[in-house]
């Protein structure tokens, strides 16, 4: 359980930096995003995702308000994970799913579903 939260807590400081190379770290590379826009599903790979973040000011350049939350965590098996957490990205508060798995000594996150609050 703890390399799932450390894992998870290298998602948290990724994403506030705006770390393209912290995310790379956390993120398997086959990875899949989702999320609802205008009511129709939108899917991310793993290098588009990336530029998007890149493409971005950090929460941390501007100063924001840091939120990180973990709203519960479950180690189903020795090799899969899965969290649900809360963060920001000013204006914006999310809910995140974030399925992970082991592959080796090294989880990853595989999947994230993410829901805008407000």
Known sequence: KAAVE???????DALYAG????F???FHPACRLFTVS????VTFD????MARVAGRPSGQS?????????????????STAHARVRDVYMPSHFVNELT???EGDRWWIVAKAW????
């Open 6 to 12: 450390k894992l998870i807590q290298d998602y948290f």
């Open 19 to 22: 770390d393209v190379a912290k």
């Open 24 to 26: 790379r770290e956390v």
């Open 38 to 41: 205008d009511g129709k599903v």
């Open 46 to 49: 793993y290098e588009p995702y």
């Open 62 to 78: 501007r100063n924001d308000e840091r939120k990180d939350e973990v709203v519960t965590l479950t180690v189903a098996s020795p």
């Open 100 to 102: 992970c798995l082991k």
């Open 115 to 118: 829901h805008v609050e407000a």
